[in-house]
């Protein structure tokens, strides 16, 4: 040991360095404990290293499990990191520590070179050390590398200079030791450190303990493993069992069964990823709270970002738990920038084009559990067809809708090769629920001629089929909207019987009724109820109107068309009444309509009075 070399040296940081730490402690990270996570993620990188180090070199011997210790000192307001990993000497830690441009990470990629390595690198970040002063006012790094004799250490306030000096470190590896600045003093509270490496760390494969200055006799003795140390989405998967995927999916999300499916995959090409995926089997309580966000978490190199990520995946897949873990972003990058990054935006379709391809894969798989997936699930993935996406095709494939010809719920595709009709048309009937659907008198002509109707329930249908306007070249028709195009043969019949006597009666109905409809026609959908009403073509579906109104939402005040059935008896009965009897009883059929819809009536006793009078006439 030379004279020069045992003193202490006070060396200022690189220009970049001090500006960095400005921009650190006060503007680039939002969350301070994040620190925890850099520091811990240097610890582990370390141990990779050396773990790759003595693969490669016989003459070394790696007797001890890697491992990080992390010590809270409440007397000393220290919390200090420690690990086994490949250490520093006095030029790494002035070399890594001192300086940006040269990251030791980038260093050591270098020389792994073309041997394809089989240790993820954290490579290209370079910041993430000098994290620590944001919480502490002074930090002191220990260290001995693998193959030197000597420790050395490093200590700094962050404020531009530090200074580097032999020291007495005599383990292999590195310990940085935290003053904790006066106003951040949670951070010597154990349950928080653990929870912050639960939530950040659970998964870096290095496992790691936490012990305290405070800690009783059985707390010692007991130290247990505090995080899970896998990470199990880069693990093969014929190594991984399948209770090790439940056990994952119960702790990572917030779902207590187990998932429906499994969905573990890397991607190579463009952008690499690794991820692991679930289809969940019920539904979480905030599905469609507005502030529920996606599950999905985000991590670079095994190192947690965030679970916030809103163009990681479309909001209409929120409901599907996970990670994604990629080595092709930086670690420091802001979540900002992560927001419209190209990178994410490249695994999002990759992503979404996955999950659909395997909810596909369950339809055809286990039709059991699709049906199951599809009534918790399928009114929030329709959402993604009511958005301008490359995703419709994919969602069509499993799509399913009730109707009114079969029993079983069928596709679109199965709607228009099953049940075509020579008018392209893709019928639909949209309200509150299925039966009801069924029983509407709008739906008489088309029970009657077997031509098959969609019954919609979810509120999302009747936003993105008029919207979307055809599948393939079927046109979305409600049927409680406009005309309906009846069969050819039925046209003639009902235009014939469409008398004098009947056009006087409209006329009569028109002029009483003006107020309260805003056209009365013979219908050509009724065939047992006296009348019904609809929506005129351009206007707001019926349904639809009752829903955005329930929802506060401002809709125009159309009013709607009454439809009657000519051939009924009620109506028959009334052409032939008196014109003073015609006004009074006519608005029977007008309450009658309303009935069917499931509205209130204006005033029910008088509609009640009228109909018995009517009958006793
Ligand atoms: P990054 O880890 O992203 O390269 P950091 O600023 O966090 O950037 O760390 C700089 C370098 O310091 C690391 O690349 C590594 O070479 C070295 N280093 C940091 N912590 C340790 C540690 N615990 N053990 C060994 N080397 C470390």
């Known amino acids: 040991m030379t004279k020069q070399q045992a003193e202490k040296k006070t060396v200022k940081f690189e220009t970049e360095v001090s500006k960095l730490l400005d921009i650190v402690a006060n503007s680039l990270y939002t969350e301070k404990e994040i620190f925890l996570r850099e520091l811990i993620s240097n610890s582990s990188d370390a141990c990779e290293k050396f773990r790759y180090e003595s693969l490669s070199n016989k003459d070394i011997e790696n007797k001890d499990p890697f491992k990080i210790n992390i010590h809270i000192d409440k007397k000393n307001k220290t919390l200090s990191i420690t690990d086994n990993g490949i250490g520093m000497n006095e030029e790494d830690l002035q070399l890594n520590l001192g300086t940006i441009a040269k990251s030791g990470t980038e260093e050591f ?19 993430g050390f000098y994290s620590s002063f944001m919480v502490a006012d002074q930090v002191l790094v220990r260290s001995k590398k693998y193959n030197s004799k000597i420790g050395n250490q490093w200590i700094s306030d962050g404020k531009g200079t ?85 056990a994952f999916y119960k702790q990572g999300s917030s779902y207590y069964d187990n998932p429906l499916k499994v969905i573990h995959f890397k991607a190579e090409g463009v952008v690499n990823y690794s991820s692991l995926l679930f289809l969940p089997k ?22 947690f970002i965030s679970d916030k990520l809103e163009s990681l995946i479309p909001a209409w897949l929120r409901f599907i738990p996970g990670v994604v873990d990629t080595e092709d972003l930086s670690l420091n990058i802001s979540r900002e920038v992560l927001q419209n990054n190209a990178i994410i935006q490249k695994i999002n379709k990759g992503l979404t084009k996955r999950i659909l391809k395997e909810i596909k894969e369950l339809k055809s798989k286990n039709k059991e559990g699709f049906l199951e997936f599809w009534k918790n699930f399928g009114a929030v993935i329709k959402e993604g067809l009511y958005e301008f996406n490359d995703t419709h095709d994919q969602i069509f494939e499993f799509a399913v809708f009730n109707s009114s010809e079969d029993k079983n719920l069928i596709t679109l595709e199965d709607y228009i090769s099953n049940y075509s009709n020579d008018k392209k048309k893709i019928y639909y009937i949209s309200g509150e629920n299925k039966d009801n659907l069924l029983n509407s008198p709008q739906m008489e002509y088309f029970k009657k001629e077997k031509i098959n109707v969609l019954l919609i329930t979810d509120p999302v249908d009747e936003f993105w089929m008029p919207m979307k306007n055809k599948f393939k070249d079927y046109e979305f028709t409600s049927i409680t909207k406009g005309e309906i195009d009846v069969k050819d043969h039925e046209k003639n019949t009902k235009e014939n019987k469409n008398d004098k006597e ?26 047992s109820s006296a009348s019904c009403l609809v929506a005129d073509e351009n206007d707001m579906d019926m349904h639809l109107k009752k829903l955005m109104a329930a929802n506060n939402q401002n809709v125009n005040d159309e009013k709607r068309i009454l439809e009657i059935n000519s051939k009924h008896d009620l ?12 006004d009074k009883y006519s608005e029977i059929l007008f309450d009658h309509a309303k009935l069917m819809e499931g509205e209130n009536l204006d005033d029910p006793k008088k509609y009640t009075n009228l109909i018995s009078e009517l009958v006793s006439k």
């Open 162 to 246: 530090y200074s580097i000096e032999e020291g007495d470190y005599k383990k292999r590896g590195t310990e940085i030791t935290l003053s904790i600045k006066k106003d951040d003093i949670d951070f010597l509270e154990k349950m928080k450190i653990e929870e912050i490496i639960k939530k950040y760390s659970d998964f870096v494969p290095i496992p790691i303990y936490l012990t305290s200055s405070e800690d009783k006799k059985e707390e010692k003795d007991k130290n247990e493993q505090i995080n899970s140390a896998e990470a199990i989405w880069l693990k093969d998967k014929s190594k991984i069992k399948n209770e090790d995927y439940e």
């Open 109 to 127: 990629i270098k020389k792994i070179g073309d041997k394809k390595g089989d240790i993820s690198q954290i490579g290209k970040f370079g910041v």
């Open 282 to 303: 019920s539904q979480p309580h905030d599905l469609y709270h507005p502030d529920r966000k996606n599950k999905l978490k985000l991590y670079v190199n095994k190192v």
């Open 571 to 582: 109506v028959i009965k009334m052409k032939s009444l008196k014109k003073e009897d015609k």
């Open 502 to 527: 009947d056009e006087n009666f409209i006329i009569h109905l028109k002029e009483l009724l003006k107020d309260k409809v805003k056209d009365v026609k013979i219908s050509k959908r009724l065939t």
